[in-house]
């Protein structure tokens, strides 16, 4: 039997059927809410970058040409600066499923 490393055991499983695609362009400060109890979610950055937060309190940060894979349901947060989650500013709530 041959080995499979965690990730593309992660990704063999998930079919793309329901997914969302979204595109935002901001100006700081800004934070993007991921609170939908989604399995999985993916983001890539094109252009400038930002701070992934994660629910255990990790943060990295991503750039451009970066792409994160965040395993859910806990809610997240990628912000333009790990403080900004903490200041007053518009969120962005991004959200990949509807209520039943």
Partial sequence: MRSVDPLS??????????????????????????????????????RGGGTLLLPDGTERAVGAGDTAIVRGPA?????DHPTAVHTSHTTYEIACFTED
């Fill in 75 to 79: 809610p997240f947060h990628l912000a």
């Fill in 9 to 46: 055991s992660l990704l063999s499983g998930i079919r793309a059927e329901g997914s969302v695609v979204s595109r935002a362009v901001l100006t700081e400060p800004w934070t993007i809410r991921f609170a939908d109890d989604a399995p999985l979610t993916m983001i890539s950055v094109l």
